[in-house]
């Protein structure tokens, strides 16, 4: 059974820093998703990552794919209050009918 | 405006009362998936559904059903609730490539 982690679980930092967050799994990616959840609503796919190496930004976030597509990191660069949400990875099973996704982290911004 | 809709946003109901919470999506999707969230444990996929009459269970299916008459609906049941089952339940859909969309969540309570 996979096992997708995601540290850290809870983190709070003020408005205008930065913040790394990771998501390691047991097994080999087959592809991995980056959501974030904000409180009331679904999540909201924010990147796709598939090939190992592979760097993608998005305004602030940088999201960066391990080599061995085993791990995936999320860099917020000054971090606003827009940012608080719960943000989750998930990996795309075979055939694609499910997403495996991990338990999250929870990010809160202070003003 | 392109949504999946769930059905309430909130209920309470006792142990043993059969509940239907519904889903519709307006985007002419094939795909469509329930998952419960449970603090901790993360999104667990309970069903899916390929295509209308194509239903498949999914990781946690134990205790719910689930039918596809049309495309647009993909109503979850529970026909005899029990407290292990309050939770947070998603629906989603996806089509032609776009990505997961999920609704905004029912929040469910057995007491």
């Known amino acids: 059974t996979q096992l997708l982690e995601q540290s850290p679980q809870f983190l709070s930092i003020q408005e205008g820093e930065n913040l790394t967050v990771y998501c390691n799994s047991s097994s080999v990616f087959s592809s991995l998703q980056w959501y974030r959840q904000e409180p009331g609503e679904g999540p909201v796919l924010l990147v796709t990552?598939?090939?190992?190496?592979e760097v993608k930004k998005l305004k602030r976030l940088t999201f960066q794919f391990g080599d061995a597509r085993k791990d995936s990191s999320l860099h917020i660069t000054a971090a606003q209050p827009g940012d608080t949400g719960l943000y989750l990875c998930?990996?795309?099973?075979?055939?694609?009918?499910?997403?495996?996704f991990g338990t999250g982290t929870r990010l809160t911004v202070i003003p | 405006e392109a949504q999946v809709t769930q059905n309430p946003r909130y209920l309470i109901t006792v142990t043993g009362k059969k509940l239907t919470v519904t889903c519709s999506q307006n985007?002419?999707?094939?795909?469509m998936s329930w998952y419960r969230q449970d603090p901790g444990l993360g999104l667990r996929q309970i069903y899916y559904?390929?295509?209308?009459?194509?239903?498949d269970k999914g990781d946690v299916p134990e205790g719910y059903k689930v039918s596809r008459k049309e495309k647009r609906n993909f109503p979850l049941i529970l026909e005899s609730p029990s407290p292990n089952q309050t939770s947070l339940y998603f629906c989603a859909s996806r089509g032609g490539g776009s990505p997961l969309h999920f609704g905004n969540g029912t929040r469910l309570t057995v007491t």
């Open positions: 990552v598939v090939t190992g190496g």
């Open positions: 998930a990996d795309i099973t075979t055939g694609a009918n499910n997403l495996f």
């Open positions: 559904s390929m295509n209308v009459e194509v239903t």
């Open positions: 985007m002419n999707h094939e795909y």
